[in-house]
T-cell receptor, first 111, second 116 residues
Framework: GDSVTQMEGPVTLSEEAFLTINCTYT??????LFWYVQYPGEGLQLLLK?????DKGSNKGFEATYRKETTSFHLEKGSVQVSDSAVYFC??????????FGGGTRLMVKP | GAVVSQHPSRVICKSGTSVKIECRSL??????MFWYRQFPKQSLMLMAT?????????EQGVEKDKFLINHASLTLSTLTVTSAHPEDSSFYIC????????????FGPGTRLTVT
């Protein structure tokens, strides 16, 4: 079946550091890929998405590129802020129209 | 933006009792809602898909007699954990789907259930 694997956290960075959270997937066909963010005490929110190979999703300074050749969708941000501290989930949707989530990566940004 | 609420946010109950968790879409109607369970340091596991006016569809391995789901209106779904045991302690998250795409789900903040 489909699966998503992302790096274990927590990831601890200083403010203005560069962020990469790795995500790889296993799926048949051509899934759509997503990053969700969960701030403390809140529900998951869609951060960005990409629906086909080589698409780049971007939002709030975060970017991720759909790489079919490496089955990856790594999340990046050039300069993180304390307010970016949250748990980030990589996910995919395939033919069954159901979300499959990775394990989540906690990001902690220190001032 | 679309808002989904869950109530209660935390609940502690004794073994053998039942507890009900409510999921409401506050500013949109949702014919489909989902219930997830999240274990510590693990991903969200889909438990069931709740469709308004019909029976819920449970994922493999989820006991439907233990986790009762009712989707009585377009803005409310409830999950009742019956005869709770300590192993049912977990973080339960609901979502409501606004459109016809799976990613158009809006998530509630979750309910922490502790069974003593």
């Amino acid at each position: 079946g489909d699966s998503v694997t992302q790096m274990e956290g927590p990831v601890t960075l200083s403010e203005e550091a560069f962020l990469t959270i790795n995500c790889t997937y296993t799926a048949t066909g051509y899934p759509s890929l997503f990053w969700y963010v969960q701030y403390p005490g809140e529900g998951l929110q869609l951060l960005l998405k990409a629906t086909k190979a080589d698409d780049k999703g971007s939002n709030k300074g975060f970017e991720a590129t759909y790489r079919k050749e490496t089955t990856s969708f790594h999340l990046e941000k050039g300069s993180v802020q304390v307010s970016d501290s949250a748990v980030y989930f990589c996910a995919l949707v395939n033919a069954g129209n159901m979300l499959t989530f990775g394990g989540g990566t906690r990001l902690m940004v220190k001032p | 933006g679309a808002v989904v609420s869950q109530h209660p946010s935390r609940v502690i109950c004794k073994s053998g009792t039942s507890v009900k968790i409510e999921c409401r879409s506050l500013d949109f109607q949702a014919t489909t809602m989902f219930w997830y369970r999240q274990f510590p340091k693990q991903s969200l596991m889909l438990m069931a898909t709740s469709n308004e006016g019909s029976k819920a569809t449970y994922e493999q391995g989820v006991e439907k007699d233990k986790f009762l789901i009712n989707h009585a209106s377009l803005t409310l779904s409830t999950l009742t954990v019956t005869s709770a045991h300590p192993e049912d302690s977990s973080f339960y998250i609901c979502s409501a789907q606004r459109g016809d795409k799976a990613y158009e789900q809006y998530f509630g903040p979750g309910t922490r259930l502790t069974v003593t």
